[in-house]
Structures are given as C-alpha cells and as structure tokens.
T-cell receptor, first 112, second 116 residues
Framework: TQLLEQSPQFLSIQEGENLTVYCNSS?????LQWYRQEPGEGPVLLVT?????EVKKLKRLTFQFGDARKDSSLHITAAQPGDTGLYLC????????????FGTGTRLQVTL | GAVVSQHPSRVICKSGTSVKIECRSL??????MFWYRQFPKKSLMLMAT?????????EQGVEKDKFLINHASLTLSTLTVTSAHPEDSSFYIC????????????FGQGTRLTVV
C-alpha cells in the first residue's frame, strides 16, 4: 500500500510568516499534485509536478518535487489569511496515471 | 479549468433509506470518475474507480453492494448509498479525469450526507 505522509499535520501561523509543508513517501510517483481544500468544498488543484527536481512557482507558493520522485514540498512566503485551508498532496503512479493516492493532509490556519 | 458538478451538496436521510449522489463533468468527457469519502479533518479515502460503460472497481474494504456506482455516460456517474445507517454519514466527493491523465483531477464540490 502506498502511503503519503504529510508534515506537519496542523500549522497555525500569523500573517506574513513563511512556512513549508512536506509530503513524503517510500514509493516513486510519476507525478505529484498539490490541492487546497476549504471546509465543505472539494479540493482544488494547485499544481502538478512531473520531473524529479522540478520546481514550480505559483505567486507566493513554491512547489518542489524530489529528485527521486518520492517526496515533495510546498513553501508559502508571507502567508495570508486567504491561504487558510487543508493542503493535500496526491501522487499518481506509473500505469495508473489517473488514480491518486492522497497524503494525510496539512491543516493551515493563518491569523491576522 | 474543467468543471465537475456534484449534486446534492447536502442531504439528510432517514436510516434504512437510499440516497443517490450525482457527479457530472460539465465541459469535458470524463473517461474515469473517482468516488472518495472524507471523514472530519481527515484526508480523502478512495472508495472506487468508475469507468464509463463498465463495472466500478472498488477499493479493499468498501462494500460494493452498499455503495452502488453507475457510470452510464461520459459525463455522469452516480453513487447510491443503499440502506443508509448513521455510520455512513460523511462527506462524499467525486473527481473526474480524461484519458490517462496524470496532470490533475477535477473535483466536485462534495456532498455532506447525514443519516438520522
């Protein structure tokens, strides 16, 4: 069974602080995706990383895929209250490209 | 981006009754749809994979007779929770992809099921 462990599980920070969320596995994935989910809604895709070592930036969010394609990180610079939500990483395996394994989730709360 | 619509967003039903949840891809043909269950403050747990025109593939531990999935067209999949019990109360979410797409899934807005 593939497992994706996220850390930390919960993070409460003040506006303007930086943070990093980690997503780790012992399995290799063909791609890894990050989603943000708000209460009572479905997850929304933020980014997909495909190549080992790949770095993608989305405004204040920086995503990195590990060289071995087993792990990923999400770094948020100058967090804002609008960043509050549940962050989920999800891995797709070769051969079952559209089937995702979701990480354990990181709940982020950004306060004023 | 692609739009996936899930209906209803909330439903309350009596114990022993059945509830149907619809998942529609509005602007693309979804070759594969997935159904997830999410417990409070937890991640998504895959229940089953639904391919148009064929039987759904259920994950280990998911009762296929209790959670009936029908994928009759490329834009619609339904999940029916049969003989619902309070322990079936949960947040159910569908997602849709097209082709062997590893670029990301598009999720519905979820359905909050409460069985009383």
């Amino acid at each position: 069974t593939q497992l994706l462990e996220q850390s930390p599980q919960f993070l409460s920070i003040q506006e303007g602080e930086n943070l990093t969320v980690y997503c780790n596995s012992s399995s290799v994935f063909s791609s890894l995706q990050w989603y943000r989910q708000e209460p009572g809604e479905g997850p929304v895709l933020l980014v997909t990383v495909v190549t080992g070592g790949e770095v993608k930036k989305l405004k204040r969010l920086t995503f990195q895929f590990g060289d071995a394609r087993k792990d990923s990180s999400l770094h948020i610079t100058a967090a804002q209250p609008g960043d509050t939500g549940l962050y989920l990483c999800a891995g797709a395996s070769t051969g079952t490209a559209s089937k995702l394994t979701f990480g354990t989730g990181t709940r982020l709360q950004v306060t004023l | 981006g692609a739009v996936v619509s899930q209906h209803p967003s909330r439903v309350i039903c009596k114990s022993g009754t059945s509830v149907k949840i619809e998942c529609r891809s509005l602007d693309f043909q979804a070759t594969t749809m997935f159904w997830y269950r999410q417990f409070p403050k937890k991640s998504l747990m895959l229940m089953a994979t639904s391919n148009e025109g064929s039987k759904a593939t259920y994950e280990q531990g998911v009762e296929k007779d209790k959670f009936l999935i029908n994928h009759a067209s490329l834009t619609l999949s339904t999940l029916t929770v049969t003989s619902a019990h309070p322990e079936d109360s949960s947040f159910y979410i569908c997602s849709a992809t097209f082709g062997q797409n590893s670029w990301g899934a598009f999720f519905g807005q979820g359905t909050r099921l409460t069985v009383v």
